[in-house]
Every structure is written in structure tokens, then in C-alpha cells.
């Protein structure tokens, strides 16, 4: 079981600015005209605490 969850999130730029959790990693922006997606690895609850380890190339073997 990975330690890290896939998450996207697509917005408009014109609609401003959007919230991105403190505990993402990995974050990257994909832009296509004014639309924009935000991918990110949020920390699986209770599969690994953040504090104890910087995330490895192992933690980002995810997808959708």
C-alpha cells in the first residue's frame, strides 16, 4: 500500500487562487489557456508521519 494519495485539482486562473493542503508534496501545475491543474502526493492517515522522513522515490510510484 503507498504511503502517499494521488490528488488533481483543475481550476480556472481566472477564479483566483486555490488552497493546496500544507502536507502536499510533490506539487506541479499543468496550464492549458486559462485552465489550470495541480497535482500533488498528500500523506496517507496513519502510513507514514510526515515529521519522520522526507518522502523517497518509492512514496511517488502512485498514479490516478
Do not use: C, W
Request: no cysteine.
Amino acid at each position: 500500500m503507498s504511503k502517499y494519495e494521488y490528488v488533481y485539482e483543475s481550476f480556472r486562473k481566472s477564479d483566483g487562487r486555490i488552497e493546496i493542503p500544507e502536507e502536499a508534496v510533490g506539487i506541479t501545475t499543468d496550464y492549458f489557456g486559462d485552465l489550470a491543474t495541480v497535482h500533488y502526493l498528500m500523506p496517507v492517515e496513519g502510513q507514514i508521519d510526515r515529521d519522520d522522513r522526507p518522502p523517497t522515490e518509492d512514496d511517488f510510484n502512485v498514479g490516478p
